[in-house]
């Protein structure tokens, strides 16, 4: 795996685009009372919808609060909509430094098995981010957790 940036593999899904629109559908709600409710941009909706767009993770997380569902289950990976929110929600990085700190190892040592730099965690951390959905889940699959465990959304690892 190459440690040099690069652009999203991600960029769109089939998947996402059709669990996105059956969403807003039951909703009952046209595109733009969808973003007026969601308090989403329409252009990111438009994107999705018509073009099959994946949004950034932060916007990915937004549509899933708003659904109150799994990121799994948003991106049509999964046909279970079950989701248990975190009743004390925690930060990414707060997630990622204590999953590091169950597993005993230095983010040196995961960034040997990742996509990206070693340098990332300690943006991560020290803005306060959240990675591209890529990095996120190759995250997830190291630790062994789901993206919304990963991301603080549930309490609930798998």
Avoid at 27 to 52: G, M
Avoid at 77 to 84: L, Q
């Amino acid at each position: 795996m190459s440690k040099i940036p690069k652009d999203s593999e991600r960029k769109t899904s089939l998947n996402f685009q059709k669990r996105l629109i059956e969403l807003i559908n039951e909703q009952d709600l046209s595109n733009a009372e969808f973003c007026e409710q969601a308090k989403i941009s329409y252009p990111v909706i438009s994107r999705a919808t018509i073009y099959s767009i994946i949004p950034s993770t932060k916007m990915l997380i937004k549509l899933a609060d708003f659904f109150d569902i799994p990121l799994k289950y948003l991106l049509g990976e999964s046909n279970d909509p079950t989701f248990y929110k975190s009743e004390s929600p925690a930060s990414f990085s707060e997630r990622l430094c204590q999953l590091a700190d169950e597993k005993d190892v230095k983010f040196s040592e995961i960034s040997h098995k990742m996509p990206f730099a070693y340098s990332y965690f300690y943006d991560w951390i020290r803005t306060n981010s959240i990675p591209s959905l890529e990095n996120l889940e190759a995250l997830a699959d190291y630790f062994q957790v789901s993206l919304d465990y990963l991301t603080g959304r549930t309490d609930y690892k798998d």
